[in-house]
């Protein structure tokens, strides 16, 4: 059998557990599992147990090498190592059943391939401030909620609800056969945000940093729009134009 190790570090650090069976023990109990780095060539009938379970329960993770799992930790890591996240995600349909269960006319904020977690945590900042009912991210390729998340957030990543989803398409989908009008954020239209009606159940794309919106999520939405800009740099942060977005929403919906 092998040791139970367990480690929480300081919130600047990220709380983490290491070894396989504290890994399996944890994913077990149910524990809020932001991510998973594994050794390269690990073999054996508990890893692949471990391996099973990361799969089943659609965890992030990582083959790594040994080299990179030292740097994680100076403990007797059993080449796994687990980081925890701060929070607890809701699945996708709890998250939008509770909050159709409440409100009429609810906002969502999807997050496509977003990966720098001070912006992540600006724009759940804002989201709070705004009213999002529930925020929507990728669970392979987004920016975790660490605890510079936390900070940038100013502690909105506890007062908003976020879900993850295995691909954001089949959330766009999940949501317009919920009633729910998709409208994404692109700089290929001619579309602006006052061209758009947000005062109907709504949830608003937000793309990455460098790529924004995938072109086969845009595709999938059912609006386009974009913020017009009146300089010649061609994009806002993905942060101040999330913020541009959501108060306009809240411009329509104050009238």
């Given at each position: 059998m092998g040791w139970f190790f367990i480690y929480l570090y300081p919130m600047e650090k990220h709380?983490?557990?290491?070894?396989?069976?504290?890994?399996i023990e944890a994913?077990?109990?149910?524990?809020?599992?932001d991510?998973?780095?594994?050794q390269k060539g690990l073999k054996g009938d508990l890893?692949?147990?471990?391996?099973?379970?990361?799969r089943k329960n659609g965890i992030t993770h990582v083959y790594v090498?040994?080299?990179?799992?030292?740097?994680?930790?100076?403990?007797?890591?059993?080449?796994?190592?687990?980081?925890i996240s701060p929070i607890t995600f809701f699945t996708l349909e709890k998250l939008v059943e509770d909050v159709l269960a409440k409100k009429e006319a609810p906002l969502f904020l999807l997050l496509d391939q977003l990966s720098d977690v001070r912006n992540f945590g600006a724009i759940i900042r804002t989201a709070e401030?705004?009213?999002?009912?529930?925020?929507?991210?990728?669970?392979?390729?987004?920016?975790?909620?660490?605890?510079?998340?936390?900070?940038?957030?100013?502690?909105a990543a506890f007062k908003v609800p976020i879900a993850k989803v295995d691909h954001i398409k089949d959330a766009v989908f999940y949501l317009q056969a919920?009633?729910?009008?998709?409208?994404?954020?692109?700089?290929?239209?001619?579309?602006?945000?006052?061209d758009v009606s947000f005062k109907a159940p709504s949830a608003i794309i937000m793309g990455s940093e460098d790529k924004g919106v995938s072109p086969s999520v845009i595709k999938a939405a059912d609006q386009v729009a974009k913020i017009p800009l009146l300089g010649e740099i061609e994009s806002l942060n993905v942060s101040v134009a999330c913020a541009v977005f959501l108060y306009e929403v809240v411009r329509q919906r104050s009238d």
């Open positions: 709380s983490q557990i290491y070894g396989i069976r504290a890994v994913i077990n109990s149910g524990e809020a599992i991510k998973v780095f594994v890893f692949h147990e471990l391996e099973s379970l990361l090498p040994a080299e990179k799992l030292n740097r994680l930790s100076k403990n007797n890591h059993q080449g796994v190592i687990a980081k401030c705004t009213g999002v009912d529930g925020i929507i991210i990728q669970k392979k390729g987004a920016a975790p909620v660490t605890a510079d998340t936390i900070k940038t957030s100013a502690g919920s009633g729910i009008s998709v409208i994404a954020a692109t700089e290929k239209t001619n579309n602006t945000i006052y």
